[in-house]
């Protein structure tokens, strides 16, 4: 949502575009764009979108911000239009290596935008082609994903049946993004990291036996013999019928009220009011063939930056400096968990806090980028709209939807790909 004030302010200065002010008395022209407000584009709404606007109210920029789900969809318009925002944050590089690979993002390395180390891998994932020479965005805020949610007050559960699993694969924006974050996890649990890393990139065929395995196994737990969550998933927005996340939600439309939810730290969110009633165990244990962990998936709104000028450089360093990671920990209402390794701790405190960010921190297992987030768009779309059709249909075999995905990744083969997907 655009604030109206601040809209008139950048219909204005659309509509003036970069077009230079007339000669008067003699004195040179001048650049309009020079003055308007910095724009941003961001995942964000709601009462995230009220503190990310409050950390830049907080340094004195002038700015626009506009938040919306469909991110896609509006940047791809405000670029056709010529209009497109100064700085852009999306939930995944590999929308963003199209728009280098066309040119169309500032590179970030040599202009001091960013501390290069302060960023460890694979928060700097890059992109096959002469774009992947340089950086072009860094992760403003991150999520810990390979994690299942549950009721703290239940304690920790020993197993979860395949009824009790909270599932919602609706959104707004991209939906069935839930399944693949299944199917992502249970990959990188049985596979491991290598063959985990070489899928994301490309380099696996989808019909390859082990991401066939998890599918499938996704697929059984999912249906069980028309027991499982499969329809009540489909039925369901990953938000839930009240947006207060699946696990505290009543209403959840289920057979049975659900325990626990495979999702990642942003579901804490989700919870609100409610979210000091959740704790989080670590997912291996729950995926169907398999007990230890092989890795840990993670995800991150990664920013990149459209425009040149100084002002908007201004913002941008803010916002992947260790200076802007803590602001923004300090004044959001839920945690805001950051890939800068300066940042410090989160500004709201406790048990569960503390140990993701640790968990986000630790090394000692492989840290991967969710595999769909760093896949060129048109595979991303198809991963996912592949997730509902198999999740409707009759039987477990995943070919048919494997096949289908695979003709569309032979496809995009010209397009860039991501590599340093696993650190």
Known sequence: ??????????????????????????????????????????PWTGTQEETFEKLLESKGFDYVYQGTAAQREVLLSQAQAGTPPDIV???????????AAEGRLEPLDEEGLYAKEEYHPPWT??????????????????ALKSIVWYRAANGRPET????????????????????????????????GPRTYARWARGELAWTTEAVVQAWTAWGTLMKSDGAGPARWALLN?????????????GRVETDE??????????????YGKEDHRADYTPSAPYLPGTWNARGREVSGDFAALLDDREKTREVFRFLASKEGQRAWARTSKSPVYSA??????PGREGSVTRRIVRDLEDTTLPRC?????????????????????????????PLPWLRNIQKVQEFEKRRPWMTGICG
């Not at 004195?27 to 724009?39: G, H, I």
């Not at 944050?89 to 929308?95: D, N, S, T």
């Not at 927005?237 to 939600?249: A, E, I, V």
């Not at 800068?340 to 701790?345: A, D, I």
Request: net charge negative.
């Open 1 to 42: 949502m655009i604030r109206t004030s601040r809209l008139r302010r950048v219909l204005v200065a659309v509509a003036g575009g970069t077009v230079l002010a007339g000669c008067v008395g003699g004195q040179p022209p001048v650049d309009e764009s020079a003055a308007r407000p910095v724009t941003v584009l961001g």
């Open 89 to 99: 944050i999306m939930p995944g590089a590999g929308e963003l290596a199209v728009y």
């Open 125 to 142: 994932p890059r992109a096959t082609g002469k774009s992947g020479e340089r950086v072009y965005w860094v992760p403003v805020r991150v």
């Open 160 to 191: 979860v049946g395949a009824r009790e699993w909270c599932v919602g694969m609706g959104d707004d924006g991209a939906a069935g993004w839930p399944g693949s974050d299944w199917i992502e996890d249970l990959l990188l649990q049985t596979a």
């Open 237 to 249: 927005d990953y938000r839930g019928p009240g947006d207060q996340g699946l696990l505290f939600d």
């Open 257 to 270: 009220r659900c325990v626990a939810e495979h999702q990642g730290s942003f579901a804490r969110d989700l």
């Open 340 to 345: 800068n390794s300066e940042r410090g701790m």
């Open 369 to 397: 980028l969710d595999a769909s987030d760093v896949m060129p768009p048109a595979v991303r779309d198809a991963f996912w709209n592949a997730a509902l059709q198999y999740l409707a249909a009759d039987g477990l075999d």
